[in-house]
């Protein structure tokens, strides 16, 4: 009978993970989707990441544009994530994995971030989140930083570049 309970606390044990892991981001404003590799490519690609940008990722999720782009592109990447497990999961990939003298990764709101150092802003974020974003891309980006964004377009800005196929809108500040 023992045996029973611990296979059954360890099968909810391991459930409640995988619904916290899926499920957790909605408390915080966006709903987790990891971002197809072919989306990332597109993504780096129409943003011309080379290694002279600083990149952030906002909602870096578990890395897939961060560690992208400092790994094939050289570039310095900021990964923004607000869900612990998925801090965790960035972490833990920068120190066992990851270029780590150009991944930095920040737990928090990105709405309390200053995006003055960035030159590349990564985002798949729902629009109520972009709606949010747009006034302070806008106040601190400098003139010619880009923003790249996925399925989501920046609400009343003219995308200069995009991907239909991908749903991949590039921006270029003025």
Excluded: C
Aim: hydrophobic fraction near 50%; avoid cysteine; aromatic fraction near 12%.
């Amino acid at each position: 009978m023992s045996e029973l309970l611990l296979v059954a606390g360890v099968f909810t044990a391991i459930a409640f993970a995988a619904a916290y892991f899926v499920f957790a981001s909605f408390v915080y404003g966006a709903g987790y989707q990891p971002t197809p590799r072919r989306v990332v490519e597109s993504m780096l690609t129409k943003a011309d990441v080379g290694p002279n940008d600083v990149v952030y990722d906002l909602g870096a999720g578990t890395g897939a544009i961060v560690f992208r782009a400092a790994r094939e592109r050289g570039a310095t990447v900021v990964g923004v994530e607000v869900e612990p497990l998925r801090i965790a999961i960035l972490r833990f990939r920068r120190r066992f994995g990851g270029p780590r003298e150009r991944v930095t990764i920040r737990w928090g709101n990105l709405f309390d971030l200053d995006f003055r150092p960035a030159t590349v802003v990564a985002v798949f974020l729902w629009p109520a989140a972009m709606d949010r974003l747009k006034p302070l891309l806008e106040a601190q980006l400098r003139p010619g930083s880009r923003v790249v964004s996925h399925w989501h377009p920046v609400p009343g800005w003219e995308p200069v570049a995009q991907d239909v196929g991908n749903r991949v809108y590039l921006y270029r500040r003025p």
